[in-house]
C-alpha cells in the first residue's frame, strides 16, 4: 500500500499569501497519478487537481499542482476567502487508492 | 448538473447489515466508473470500493476483508454498498463518487453528501 504523508499538518496563512502544500508518496506513484481534493467543513470535497498537474472543471486558475515521482506539490497563488479549507491527496495508481491525511490551510 | 443522492445509512449495532444506496442524475451513468468512498467522524478520507462502467469489474480496500459489495444497476442509475459483519470502526460518512473515466485510473470528480453510518449497541 502506498502510504501518502502530508505537510505542514496546519497550515496558517492571510488572504493574498501563496500556499504551498506537501505530498510526499512512500513509494513512486504510477503515471503521476496524483488528485488533490479540497474539503470545507460539513461539506463534501472537491476536485481541484489530477495527474498531478491538470486543474479540473471550474477550478481557478490560482490552484497549481506539480511533481512527479513521490514528490508532490499543490500550491495557491494569492489566497482568497473561500480557500480556507482541508486539503486532501490522492495516489489513484496503484490499488488501495490511498489519500493522505490533510493539510488544513487556517486563518 | 451531476447530482448523486446517497440514502441507507443510520444506526445499527455491531454484526449487523446495512445496504447504502446512490441515485445518480445529470450524466451518462452506464458510461463510468463510480466508488465509495468513507470517512470517519473528524477524521481523513479512505477509499471503500469501486466499480467499472459495466459492472464488471470491482476493486475493494483489502481491510474490509470481503465484508462489503458494491454493485450497480445501470437501468436505475444507481450505485450500491452492501455492508455486512459491521464494525464501530466502520462508523463514517459514507460518499458515492463518480469516476471521471470508465474503469480505471479512479479519481472522483463529483461527490454525494454523504450518508452517515453509526455503528453502536
Known amino acids: 500500500e502506498i502510504v501518502l504523508t502530508q505537510s505542514p499538518g496546519t497550515l496558517p496563512l492571510s488572504p493574498g499569501e501563496r500556499a504551498t502544500l506537501s505530498c510526499r508518496a512512500s513509494?513512486?506513484?504510477?503515471?503521476?497519478?496524483l488528485a488533490w481534493y479540497q474539503q470545507k467543513p460539513g461539506q463534501a470535497p472537491r476536485l481541484l487537481i489530477y495527474?498531478?498537474?491538470s486543474r479540473a472543471t471550474g477550478i481557478p486558475d490560482r490552484f497549481s499542482g506539480s511533481g512527479s515521482g513521490t514528490d508532490f506539490t499543490l500550491t495557491i497563488s494569492g489566497l482568497e476567502p473561500e480557500d480556507f479549507a482541508v486539503y486532501f491527496c490522492?495516489?489513484?495508481?496503484?490499488?488501495?487508492?490511498?489519500f493522505g491525511p490533510g493539510t488544513k490551510v487556517d486563518v | 448538473e451531476v447530482q448523486l443522492v446517497e440514502s441507507g445509512g443510520g444506526l445499527v449495532q455491531p454484526g449487523g447489515s446495512l445496504r447504502l444506496s446512490c441515485a445518480a442524475s445529470?450524466?451518462?451513468?452506464?458510461?463510468?466508473?463510480m466508488s465509495w468512498v468513507r470517512q470517519a467522524p473528524g477524521k481523513g478520507l479512505e477509499w471503500v470500493s469501486s466499480?467499472?462502467?459495466?459492472?464488471?469489474?470491482?476493486y475493494s480496500a483489502d481491510s474490509l476483508k470481503g465484508r462489503f459489495t458494491i454493485s450497480r444497476d445501470n437501468s436505475k442509475s444507481t450505485l450500491f454498498l452492501q455492508m455486512n459483519s459491521l464494525r464501530a470502526e466502520d462508523t463514517a460518512i459514507y460518499y458515492c463518487?463518480?469516476?471521471?473515466?470508465?474503469?480505471?485510473?479512479?479519481?472522483?470528480?463529483?461527490w454525494g453528501q454523504g450518508t452517515l453510518v453509526t455503528v453502536s449497541s
Open positions: 463518487a463518480k469516476g471521471a473515466n470508465s474503469g480505471w485510473p479512479y479519481f472522483f470528480d463529483y
Open positions: 445529470g450524466f451518462a451513468f452506464s458510461r463510468y466508473a
Open positions: 466499480i467499472t462502467d459495466s459492472g464488471g469489474n470491482t
Open positions: 513509494q513512486s506513484v504510477s503515471s503521476n497519478y
Open positions: 495527474g498531478a498537474s
Open positions: 490522492q495516489q489513484y495508481g496503484t490499488s488501495p487508492f490511498t
